[in-house]
């Protein structure tokens, strides 16, 4: 009897067993599929297309003939084909090159071929033919001398205790001292922050000018420049920012060296914000060490709007501001999904697909109305895309419920989801972008620059 009970007990503990390491496989079995899916995202982001278009014949591939069917239109007795090309506008010479200044070479034949081989008569002028190319003058360093006449009274010199000395008045240099123009520094400034272009190539290619400027010079013109002439231009941009009524924000990490206090491996972030395009066209940066919601706060402490953001935590709870979202985000969760799942027939795919379509419809609609005012774009809105957003939500509520939350297809409809308060806000007004394309196309020149430490 006893033997008995221990081999139930003996039975039943590798039943027990077996149940383990069959949901041990599921739960592997998972983990393997989401790396899966993060290696397929990372490697398209990596090596693949940037471009986020979708090509309206692959969404529509497994439903094209409901898409393009009509059981009105009669069949043709005939074949009828059509084509039609599409042609390239070509811009004129003026278009493209209109703004720059023309230098006029005339090229003459001389007065003894000024007279006809055939009969001896001088010839005459009939037309001419212009040719025209594009000069690049490179940039060019010259010393400027400021003299100032002074002048005081020989009369006064003779008799008087005190001259009186006066000086011709001309502009005070901008670095006390320095021998910099406001030229150079701007120059310096526009090669660093535009182009890209570090202190230390800068340095050389001044060297190439027969110039003899370090980058420690160059350094010290920036910094005194920033604080004594564009600190106070910043200052009045910003009151004029926190008065508009809609803005965008973004922000970026960076790596800073040499600052007190920190490691040149600590992660700081650079903010952005910046007008619509209703407003005032202001973009301003504003530099910090950390990500923390109070810095958002403090820069927005006197503005009270609506504030378009990429669905950072960072922006919420600031007082009398409202949080517009970006479909371009949820767009791309969605397209994300679609590379981590590359079998086309697979019902993930196949979903990810409608979802995608959903996001591209209401792409289709700003790109027809981008150019109304405000309050048209608002009646077109309520009128072609609330009908989409609510068919949209729907179909979020339906389908969340075939998804993995951990998968990629589930993160997208979480994402929709968790944002769709703020997502929808742009039906709310006409102001609102239906994304945060514009902090982002404005950050991106500081981004594709940043491999160059500040």
Partial sequence: MKNNKKANKIQLNKEEKIALLEQEVVLLNAKVSWYEEQLKINNQKRFGISSEKTNPDQLSFFNEAELASNIKEKEPETEDITYTRKKRDKKTFEENYGNL???RIEYDISEEEKICPECNNKLHQMTTEITRTIKIIPAEAVIV????????????EANNISTPIIKAKAPNPVIKGSHASPSIIAYAMDKKYTSAMPLYRQEKEFSNFGINISRQTLSNWIIRSSTDWLTPVYDRLHEYLVKEKYLHADETTLQVLNEEGRKATNKSYMWLY????YGKPIVLYDYRTTRANKHPKKFLEEFKGYLQT????GYNNIPDV??????????R??????????????LTHLSATKGLGFCNELFKVERKIKDLLPEERYKKRLEESKPIIDEFFDWLNITKRQ???????GKAIGYALNQWTKLKMFLEDGHIEIDNNRAERAIRPFVIGRNYVL
């Fill in 101 to 103: 200044a023309v230098e």
């Fill in 145 to 156: 001398e400021s003299i100032k006449k002074i002048y005081s009274c020989r009369h006064c």
């Fill in 274 to 277: 910046t007008t619509t395009k």
């Fill in 310 to 313: 990429d669905a950072y935590a």
């Fill in 322 to 331: 409202t949080i517009a979202g970006c479909f371009a985000h949820a767009r």
């Fill in 333 to 346: 969760y969605f397209k994300e999904s679609l590379t981590a799942v590359p079998d086309e027939t697979s």
């Fill in 403 to 409: 998804a993995l939350p951990k998968s990629s297809f």
